[in-house]
């Protein structure tokens, strides 16, 4: 495997670009020999998630005078993604929480919360796959909640939360019961009244500490609300929840195509015949990279047409995964196809890119305007 290295070209003006360089060293140094493990569920790794919060992997994008700045975040995701698409996927999921708690309003959940977020002390995840499909009319919300002197009381379940275990956290978001109007809050999977479910094997990504999450009237207090009401909250924060998904696609293209590389000296003088070649995807892996980053300088743009880039973009990447996955595979041909050639783990963590939320339909409808 190809060793991960930072692009010159996306991070030279970033002062943090140090960040990404250590977390290419970690992935090389200490994930590379974990990733099966973690494709096959053996391991959840959370010292190692720990470890990346120590060389401030998850801290870079913080808010700072109003403004903030994705770009280093989504390189240390892609130079993840490179070894392992799993852990770029658990970063995604701990670089989202760190986003929620940081552009939090609760003054005290983000005074309690947003720097052991970032600093890896406390690990979690993101619950917003259900509400992010009901707030374009796919599903409705799963989560309902009533008030209470001091907070709420939730009772529900969602199918599918990541980067959990029994001292992590997560944000989500329920329905009131007494009125109209969502309300965002963090959910403490050490409480006794939220259950952790492990869920049914996965084609990938099994060692992401999945788990179905059912609360059984569950006290939500005051000072674990992001914000109430949600929906304002939601559409700050929802460009940087896109676009940090970004680095998972960029790891993994670029490992496609490493692996294509890889084959061509035994290979080339037929994969030559094959419709889709490495150097198309280093020219669309260029473009989107420039794309992302000038994005990513700017995630509170409330522009509309900003929005569709950033929806647009990440449509291509989800295409473009399965596209290089699907030609990796093809070049490597009947090697590619042994269950030790992490071609397949490829076209497996491919699929995900594209079907997790928002996936490559939903992105579609989003488009559409419908």
């Not at 360089?21 to 090389?28: C, G, H, K, P």
């Not at 907070?151 to 956290?169: I, R």
């Not at 094959?274 to 473009?287: A, D, G, N």
Request: charged letters at 20%.
């Amino acid at each position: 495997m190809g060793s991960p290295a930072v692009s010159r070209l996306a991070v030279d003006d970033l002062p943090s670009a140090s960040i990404a360089d250590q977390v290419a060293l970690i992935a090389r140094k200490n994930l590379a020999s974990q990733a099966i493990a973690i494709d096959e569920g053996t391991v959840y790794p959370d010292e190692l998630l720990r470890r990346l919060g120590d060389v401030g992997a998850w801290g870079s994008h913080q808010p700072l005078n109003g403004a903030a700045d994705l770009r280093c975040a989504i390189q240390s995701i892609a130079v993840l993604g490179e070894v392992c698409g799993a852990t770029a996927f658990m970063a995604w999921c701990q670089t989202t929480l760190v986003w929620y708690a940081a552009n939090s309003s609760n003054p005290t959940l983000a005074a309690k919360f947003a720097d052991k977020f970032a600093t890896g002390q406390v690990l979690g995840g993101t619950g917003l796959s259900n509400p992010m499909k009901s707030f374009f009319g796919i599903e409705k919300l799963k989560l309902k909640g009533r008030k209470v002197d001091g907070g709420y009381v939730v009772k529900g379940a969602l199918p599918w939360v990541s980067n959990l275990g029994a001292d992590h956290f997560f944000g989500t978001i329920f329905e009131r019961e007494d009125e109209t109007g969502p309300v965002m809050f963090l959910a403490d999977c050490s409480n006794p009244a939220i259950t952790l479910q492990p869920c049914k094997p996965f084609l990938a990504m099994d060692g992401t500490g999945t788990y179905g999450v059912q609360f059984r009237d569950v006290f939500v207090p005051d000072e674990l609300i992001l914000a109430d009401p949600a929906a304002p909250f939601v559409k700050k924060i929802r460009a940087g929840f896109i676009l940090l998904q970004a680095g998972m696609a960029l790891g993994l293209i670029k490992d496609c195509i490493q692996i294509m590389d890889e084959v061509d000296a035994p290979l080339g003088h037929v994969n030559r015949y094959l419709p889709q070649q490495p150097i198309q995807f280093r020219e669309l892996h260029s473009e989107f990279e420039k794309e992302t980053m000038a994005l990513a300088c700017d995630p509170y743009n409330a522009d509309e047409s900003y929005w569709r880039r950033v929806i647009a973009l990440r449509l291509r990447l989800g295409d473009a995964s399965v596209a290089a996955a699907h030609a990796a595979m093809l070049h490597c041909g009947a090697r590619g196809y042994l269950k030790s050639h992490r071609a397949q783990r490829r076209l497996r963590e491919a699929y995900f890119v594209a079907i997790v939320t928002p996936a490559t339909k939903q992105l579609r409808k989003m488009l559409a305007g419908d």
